[in-house]
């Protein structure tokens, strides 16, 4: 949990569905950081910016 009561570990935004089976039940996990699992599936991913696309 963010210090501010959101549900974002670390500042960042909350994934809006599983990018594996849609569903939009996500929770924060503690391993690895930044990870979040999915009540519906039980996979636990990432979302991370590699960078930004030139032109």
């Excluded at 670390?10 to 929770?27: A, K, N, S, T």
């Excluded at 391993?31 to 599936?41: I, L, R, V, Y």
Aim: contains cysteine; aromatic residues 10%.
């Amino acid at each position: 949990m963010s210090a501010d009561g959101g549900a974002a570990p670390e500042g960042r935004m909350v994934p809006f569905y599983c990018p594996y089976c849609g569903d939009e039940e996500l929770v924060p996990e503690a391993e690895p950081a930044g990870a979040w699992k999915c009540t519906a599936c039980l996979r636990v991913f990432t979302v991370r910016l590699v960078g930004l696309a030139s032109g």
